[in-house]
């Protein structure tokens, strides 16, 4: 197959690339006397109480992560890290790290032009290959000599080692690690590339490798003002047990692979440890491979996974006193593609262009077969495919399915055509690399131009006749159209069909009408549908109707819900859920609807908290805003005249709200027959909200009040009221009544006990949010569509009075 070839390949070059390397043995060479200073400014107060000097000739040294200059100070992002540890990121050295000195004391040995050496003693001394030293000057470059001291009495020396300045040398082992002033206590992230400590090498001499490493003299012998500071040492351990040196696996199926390598020259193996992973971290030490004792230089692995990555170390069984090697480098090779009984495939870890995922095949001549990031139905990306009519369509080749003549099984995908109506072409092919042996299975229809109608998504049962070797290919008719598809499955012929072509309408505040369509089998038990407040489908079952169209009580205005069917084809066989989501209208979306204000003698007194979320815009004509002729999603309240005839009615904002500009109209008459007595668009006080001030009105007479949204695309809450200040106290107060509602806690249907009196009875949540109006009420009021919990149950009373009681439903 194409694609499985050219990782076939791409694992054989990686692992030969890594062939010619020996495997290092780096190891820290922990320091246990010789420095004399401490530049690392650590822990909580003044840098100069946690350092001795400057690491350079002005007022500098290196900081710690952890430093602050008070506990309250913001903690900083770069700096020496706490743990001392620095990771090299000298190419040369992958896995070379060293071990700094106690950040809280003594942690460089640093040299000037009075003080021009020092020795540095190791905690453990070590034989070595190759020592590495971590250091950097301050102020300006330095030259030193290292003296290698052995514990038999012997040295060697290395002269000439330049050590950059801090600021800008090459060779750097860490960069980025910033500096702070002794004098000012000013930071300095220097870009996040200063200060650098720098990595050098010295070379342990052939005839002194099996030696110990005791210590190293340190000699400056430049003259210039830079002052050398020497941090911490490592070493490539010497051993007698080399690893091997990996050799191109040279099998690879869809199950396993054959490894292979070559034995070191200069080690006598017993036999081989190997360890595997899909993980590339290097084992250690401790790590026991899983394949060991291997007298050989080769080994298979079986039991892999297919098309995957993996990555594998080989370390020497030796036979003498050192034991085992460290382990090599990595080797890395990816399985074969192989048979699968399922697959789900929406191209989103895949970039845009000609490349198919993993284990398809591309058949391609002329026109256009790509993955496109132009309007999938999930996520990122989906397949394109487009050709002329005298251009050869392309094959689009899937995986190899063990289970695709079980008839079992279908292939399902959404798709779409860039102008209606389409054909594309589901099939299989014998050979996935010769598009010739394509055979169509279904011809797919595609009516859709997009992947939000009501039937963006098509299957093909694959019968039991197509050839066991076949594999399924989707194949675009070459007429100049351009074909989508996304959201490939293949999985097993469900028992019980879902329901298709599910839709919402005739929403209002408290219930929307859910429709679909049968599918091909229609479910002998009829459907079961449901409701949530999340887009997760429902655990449990549904009620059960038979037809394809039910009206859904919603608890809630200005609230969304996911709406759920699903076919009952038995009483334990049922199919998947199909949802579709819709939100409810505001309760005073009509003009015929509104939420009554009670008039105060400010803004504060009696303001409605309202909403835009769930209105839609009036197709009542009359319901002009001659102020402003923009205005969305409107709302609807009414207000009666006080005796003065005179009033005002504002809007204002909520906190967090996105609403922030209102349209008010206000008229007399009634719905359908309105005349405009006020219309503002920006005069209150609360930036671009409404204020209109009415005089001259009918005592008693009833307002009606239209609030637009000055917005097509926020939606929210704000505010409105309607005020008079020469209202009276006793006319705005509220009057409490001896009325009683009961039961309270109640089940579906509260009782008032004094109802002849009562004009309006209001429900609200305790958000503000309005729930239910009853105009007229009787003396028992049925609450069953709202959910368990505290409500605010406001009775208006015919001689302007109010009164508001809690009630809790069960």
């Given at each position: ?79 020496v890290p706490t743990d001392g540890i620095i990771n090299s990121v000298v190419a040369s050295t992958p896995g070379l790290s060293y071990q700094l000195g106690n950040l809280s004391a003594s942690n460089s040995l640093r040299l000037s032009n009075t003080n021009l050496t020092g020795t540095l003693a190791f905690t453990v001394p070590k034989a070595a290959t190759k020592l590495y030293m971590l250091s950097t ?100 351990a010497y051993s007698d047990c080399a690893p091997p040196v990996l050799q191109a696996p040279p099998a690879i199926t869809s199950t396993g692979a054959t490894v292979a390598w070559a034995a070191s020259a200069s080690t006598q193996a017993a036999s081989y440890g190997v360890y595997y992973s899909t993980s590339a971290t290097t084992p250690t030490s401790a790590t026991t491979p899983q394949l060991n004792n ?517």
């Amino acid at each position: 197959m194409k694609i499985n070839l050219f990782f076939g390949f791409a694992s054989l070059a990686l692992a030969m690339s890594s062939s010619g390397l020996i495997a290092q043995n780096y190891q820290t060479m922990p320091v246990s006397s010789g420095y004399n200073e401490d530049v690392i400014a650590n822990g909580v107060g003044p840098s100069l109480n946690s350092t001795s000097t400057i690491l350079d000739g002005d007022s500098f040294v290196f900081v710690a992560r952890d430093f602050k200059l008070t506990s309250g100070s913001t903690a900083i992002t770069y700096g020496v890290p706490t743990d001392g540890i620095i990771n090299s990121v000298v190419a040369s050295t992958p896995g070379l790290s060293y071990q700094l000195g106690n950040l809280s004391a003594s942690n460089s040995l640093r040299l000037s032009n009075t003080n021009l050496t020092g020795t540095l003693a190791f905690t453990v001394p070590k034989a070595a290959t190759k020592l590495y030293m971590l250091s950097t000057s301050g102020s300006a470059a330095s030259t030193l000599t290292v003296t290698v001291n052995f514990s038999d009495g012997t040295n060697q020396q290395a002269a000439g080692i330049a050590v950059p300045d801090w600021y800008g040398g090459a060779d750097f082992a860490i960069t980025g690690l910033g500096r702070i002033s002794r004098i000012t206590d000013a930071l300095d992230a220097a870009g996040g590339t200063n200060p650098r400590m720098y990595q050098a090498a010295i070379s342990i001499d052939a005839a002194n490798q099996t030696k110990l490493i005791q210590s190293v003299t340190i000699t400056k012998t430049s003259t210039t003002n830079g002052f050398p500071n020497v941090f911490a040492f490592s070493a490539d351990a010497y051993s007698d047990c080399a690893p091997p040196v990996l050799q191109a696996p040279p099998a690879i199926t869809s199950t396993g692979a054959t490894v292979a390598w070559a034995a070191s020259a200069s080690t006598q193996a017993a036999s081989y440890g190997v360890y595997y992973s899909t993980s590339a971290t290097t084992p250690t030490s401790a790590t026991t491979p899983q394949l060991n004792n291997i007298t050989g230089t080769s080994t298979p692995i079986a039991g892999l996974a297919s098309n995957t990555i993996y990555y594998y170390w080989v370390k020497t069984n030796c036979s003498n006193a050192t034991g085992q090697s460290v382990w090599s480098f990595s080797g890395t090779f990816k399985t074969a593609c192989g048979p699968v009984t399922s697959l789900s495939e929406n191209f989103d870890s895949y970039g845009t262009g000609t490349t198919l995922p993993d284990c398809w095949v591309r058949n391609f001549v002329n026109g256009t077969m790509s993955i496109s990031g132009t309007t999938p139905a999930s996520g990122t990306r989906n397949i394109y495919q487009t050709n002329t009519s005298s251009q050869t369509p392309s094959t689009v080749v899937l995986p190899e399915f063990s289970n695709i003549n079980a008839g079992t099984h279908w292939l399902k995908l959404k798709a779409r055509v860039s102008a209606a109506t389409g054909t594309l072409n589901v099939g299989y092919v014998t050979n996935p690399t010769d598009a010739s042996t394509f055979v169509l299975i279904q011809a797919l229809s595609i009516a859709n131009t997009n992947y939000t109608s009501t039937n963006p998504e098509y299957t093909v049962i694959v019968p039991s006749s197509v050839p066991a070797n076949a594999r399924l290919a989707v194949r675009n008719t070459a007429d100049g159209k351009g074909y989508y598809w996304d959201d490939v499955v293949w999985e097993a012929v469900p028992s019980c069909f879902p329901p298709t072509a599910v839709t919402t309408s005739i929403v209002t505040a408290n219930s929307a009408t859910l429709s679909w369509a049968a599918p091909s089998s229609a479910p002998a038990s009829g459907y079961e549908y449901a409701y949530t407040t999340t887009n997760t489908a429902p655990t449990g079952s549904g009620t059960s109707i038979s037809g394809t169209s039910v009206i859904i009580s919603l608890p809630s205005p200005s609230t969304t819900y996911y709406l759920w069917v699903r076919s009952k084809c038995t009483t334990t066989d049922v199919s998947i859920w199909i949802g579709s989501t819709v939100s409810t209208k505001a309760i005073n979306d009509e003009c015929s609807a509104p939420v009554i204000i009670t008039p105060g003698a400010t803004f504060g007194n009696n303001p409605v908290v309202a909403t835009t979320v769930g209105a839609s815009s009036t197709s009542d004509t009359t319901a002009t805003h001659t102020c402003q002729g923009t205005g969305y999603n409107d709302t609807w309240y009414s207000v009666v005249v006080p005796a003065s005839g005179t009033l005002t009615i504002e809007t204002q904002s909520v906190s967090g709200s996105s609403v922030s500009d209102t349209v008010v109209g206000v008229y007399t008459g009634s719905c359908g027959s309105l005349t405009q007595v006020g219309c503002d668009d920006d005069s209150s006080t609360d930036g671009n909200f409404s204020f209109v001030s009415l005089t001259g009105q009918t005592p008693g007479a009833t307002l009606l009040i239209g609030v637009w949204n000055y917005s097509n695309s926020t939606n929210g809450q704000f505010r409105i009221s309607a005020y008079d200040a020469t209202l009276a106290t006793s006319e705005v107060s509220t009057v409490k009544k001896d009325i009683k509602v009961y039961p309270n806690p109640f089940n579906d249907t509260v009782n008032i006990s004094e109802f002849k009196d009562i004009k309006t009875v209001k429900v609200t949540d305790v958000a503000g949010r309005t729930l239910k109006v009853i105009e007229n009420p009787t003396k028992e009021i049925n609450l069953s569509t709202l959910n368990s919990g505290l409500y605010l149950i406001t009775m208006y009373f015919k001689d302007g009075s109010q009164n508001t009681v809690k009630a809790i439903k069960k």
